[in-house]
C-alpha cells in the first residue's frame, strides 16, 4: 500500500517537473521562433552592435535594427545596482547576523520582508518624484539618469540580498563564532577569515537572482532613467532592453521586423542572464571548494 | 602536585535563573578529571566559566575566583586566559578550511607566519591526537570531509595549536560511535602528560576508564568530589550513590 502510495507521489513529482522544463523549453523556442525574422532584415552583428534603432518603416527611409546602447544600458545598470546593493546589503546583513541582539533581529526582519513585498512602480514613482527631483537639482539634464535607475534599483534588491545574506551569515556564525571565540580570537576576525568565506557561495547565489531580477525590472527603471537611446553614461539617460520592449511591443505592427527585433531583444536579455549565471557559477566553484 | 586551575565560591546566574551556587574545586594538574551530573545540573556552565567563554551570554553574571597558576584570571585579559585555557565543544566544528589551515588558524592569528614553524605546529598537534599518520597524505583536503571521530580529533589538535595548558571538553564522545570514542579516550590519555584536562561527560562508564578524580554537580550544587577509584568504589553521599545506580538500571 504504501509503496503505491511513495509510486504515485514519485509519478506526480515526475510529471509536474517535466511540465515546468517543458514550458521553459517552450517559452524559449517561441521566443527564438519570433526572433528569427529579424535576421533576415539586418545580420546579427548589424542588431547586436548597431547603435541605430530605427524601427518603424515609413517614418525613416531607411530603418535601423541595432541595440548595442540597449545591451549596454542593461548591462551598466544592473552592474552598478548590484554594485550598490551588495556593498550595503552585505554591510548591513553583517550588522544583522553578527552584531544586532536578537531583539533587534526579530524585529527587522519581518520589516524588511516587507520591503521585498513592495511592487516596484511604487519604487519607480518614489524614485521619479524624489531621487530624480534630487538629480535634477544637483545640474543633472531633466534628472532622468542611469545612476538614478541604478540607485532605485539596488533599493528593490537590497531586502532580498539582506534576508538572504544574513540567514546564511547568522547560521555561520552560530556555527563558528564560539569556536572562533574558545582559541581567543576577536570577534572581527573570525567573521572576517570564517563566517564571511563560509557563508560566500550562498551570497553568491543570492547575487545571480538578484542579477537576474536587475536585468529583467521594467517599471521602475524605465520610470527615471530617461529611455533614450543612448549609450549609458553615468549622469546621462539610457534606455534598457526591458523598457524598449514594455514601451514598443504595443505599438510595434504584428508581423513586422519591428515585432520580431523586440522578440530577438528579449532573447539577447534571456542570453545574457544565461552567460552572466554561468560566469558567476563557475566563480562559486572555483572560490568554494 | 599542584593544580593548575581552581576555583573558589564560584557562582553563575542567567538573569534571575542561578544555576551554579558556590563552586570551589581544585583539577589537579597532569591528571583527567570528569565532571558529572543529571542534564541541566550546570556541567557546561561550569566549563564556559573556566575558560571566560560565559562572558560572551549577554545576561550570565559571574561571582567568585578562579585562579590559573596562582594567578587570579582577573588579572589576566580574556585571551590570555582562552589560550591558557582550550574548549573542545560536543559537536565537532573544524572551520571549513583543510586541515592544515584549521591548525595553522590560530597560530596565524597569534602573529605566526612562518612556514616552516607552522608545518611543525601542524605535524606536531595531529601527532599528538594520533591523527598524522591517519592523514598526512589529505592534509589540504577539507576538515568537513572527515568522519565525525576524526573531525573530533582535528578539534581537539586545533585547541592545542593555541599551546594551552588546561584542556576542556564538554561531551566529546557523545555524538561519536563506539570506536572513535575509544581512540578519543586513549588519545586523552597520553595528552594527561602534558596538559590538565577536565571532561564532561554522561557516560559514567567512560569516567571510569579515565578519571584519575571525580565531581559530582546537581543542581548547580557540588554534592562530591575525589579520587576517582574511590568515588566509583563506595560514594560517600547518598545522591551520587542513586544518580550512579540510576545510570546503570
Ligand atoms: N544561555 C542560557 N540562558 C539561560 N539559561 C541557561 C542558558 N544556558 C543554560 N541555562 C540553564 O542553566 C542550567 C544549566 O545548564 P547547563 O547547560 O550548564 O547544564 P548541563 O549540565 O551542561 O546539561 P546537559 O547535561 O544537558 O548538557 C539549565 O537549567 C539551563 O536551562
Ligand atoms: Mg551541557
Not at chain 1, 85 to 103: K, M, N, P
Not at chain 1, 259 to 264: E, G, I, R, V
Not at chain 2, 145 to 150: E, H, P
Request: glycine fraction near 8%; hydrophobic fraction near 45%.
Amino acid at each position: 500500500m504504501r509503496k503505491i502510495f511513495n509510486n504515485i507521489f514519485y509519478i506526480f513529482l515526475c510529471v509536474f517537473t517535466l511540465i515546468t522544463i517543458i514550458s521553459l523549453i517552450f517559452v524559449i523556442l517561441f521566443i527564438t521562433k519570433e526572433a528569427l525574422p529579424t535576421f533576415k532584415e539586418v545580420s546579427l552583428m548589424e542588431f547586436l552592435f548597431g547603435r541605430k534603432w530605427m524601427p518603424v518603416e515609413g517614418i525613416s527611409d531607411n530603418p535601423g535594427f541595432g541595440i548595442f546602447n540597449f545591451i549596454a544600458a542593461t548591462i551598466y545598470v544592473s552592474i552598478l545596482a548590484m554594485f550598490i546593493a551588495v556593498s550595503i546589503g552585505l554591510g548591513a546583513a553583517i550588522y544583522l547576523s553578527c552584531i544586532a541582539s536578537e531583539r533587534l533581529r526579530t524585529v527587522m526582519y519581518p520589516f524588511i520582508d516587507l520591503l521585498a513585498g513592495i511592487p516596484s512602480v511604487v519604487y519607480g514613482f518614489v524614485g521619479l518624484n524624489v531621487l530624480v527631483k534630487i538629480f535634477l537639482k544637483a545640474g543633472v539634464h531633466t534628472g532622468n539618469c542611469v545612476l538614478a535607475a541604478a540607485i532605485v534599483l539596488s533599493v528593490m534588491l537590497l531586502p532580498y540580498l539582506v534576508s538572504s545574506s544574513s540567514d546564511t551569515l547568522l547560521k555561520n556564525k552560530e556555527l563558528y563564532l564560539s569556536a572562533g571565540n574558545a582559541l581567543g580570537v576577536e570577534k572581527w576576525y573570525t567573521i572576517a577569515s570564517v563566517i564571511l568565506p563560509a557563508s560566500l557561495k550562498n551570497i553568491l547565489t543570492a547575487m545571480i537572482l538578484a542579477i537576474g531580477r536587475a536585468m529583467g525590472e521594467t517599471m521602475a527603471v524605465m520610470m527615471v532613467m530617461g529611455n533614450a537611446n543612448l549609450f549609458p553614461h553615468i549622469l546621462g539617460k539610457g534606455e534598457s532592453i526591458a523598457s524598449v520592449i514594455a514601451l514598443e511591443m504595443g505599438t510595434a505592427v504584428s508581423g513586422s521586423t519591428h515585432f520580431h527585433a523586440l522578440y530577438a531583444s528579449g532573447l539577447v536579455l534571456v542570453v545574457i542572464l544565461l552567460l552572466i549565471n554561468i560566469l558567476i557559477g563557475m566563480l562559486r566553484r572555483k572560490l568554494v571548494r | 602536585m599542584g593544580e593548575t586551575i581552581k576555583t573558589e565560591g564560584l557562582s553563575v546566574s542567567y538573569g534571575k535563573k542561578s544555576v551554579l551556587h558556590n563552586i570551589s574545586l581544585e583539577f589537579p594538574k597532569n591528571r583527567i578529571t570528569s565532571i558529572i551530573g543529571p542534564s541541566g545540573c550546570g556541567k557546561t556552565t561550569l566549563l564556559m566559566a573556566l575558560d571566560e567563554m560565559i562572558k560572551e551570554i549577554p545576561d550570565a553574571r559571574v561571582t567568585g575566583n578562579i585562579y590559573i597558576d596562582d594567578v587570579n584570571t582577573e588579572a589576566l585579559s580574556m585571551e590570555e586566559i582562552r589560550r591558557k585555557v582550550g574548549l573542545v565543544f560536543q559537536k565537532p566544528v573544524p572551520f571549513p578550511f583543510s586541515v592544515y589551515d584549521n591548525l595553522a588558524y590560530a597560530p596565524k592569528y597569534y602573529g605566526n607566519h612562518d612556514k616552516t614553524s607552522l608545518n611543525r605546529i601542524v605535524i606536531e598537534k595531529l601527532q599528538m591526537v594520533g591523527l598524522y599518520d591517519e592523514i598526512k597524505d589529505e592534509l589540504k583536503k577539507s576538515a568537513l570531509k572527515f568522519s565525525g571521530g576524526q573531525q573530533q580529533r582535528i578539534c581537539i589538535a586545533r585547541a592545542l595549536t593555541a599551546e594551552p595548558e588546561v584542556l576542556l571538553l564538554d561531551e566529546p564522545c557523545s555524538s561519536l560511535d563506539v570506536k572513535s570514542t575509544a581512540i578519543i579516550e586513549e588519545t586523552l590519555l597520553r595528552l594527561k602528560e602534558k596538559y590538565t584536562i577536565i571532561i564532561v561527560t554522561h557516560n559514567i562508564a567512560q569516567a571510569k576508564r579515565l578519571s584519575d578524580k571525580v565531581v559530582f554537580l546537581k543542581d548547580g550544587l557540588k554534592i562530591e568530589e575525589g579520587d576517582a577509584k574511590e568515588f566509583f568504589r563506595s560514594p560517600k553521599e547518598e545522591e551520587t550513590g542513586e544518580f550512579l545506580r540510576g545510570i546503570y538500571g
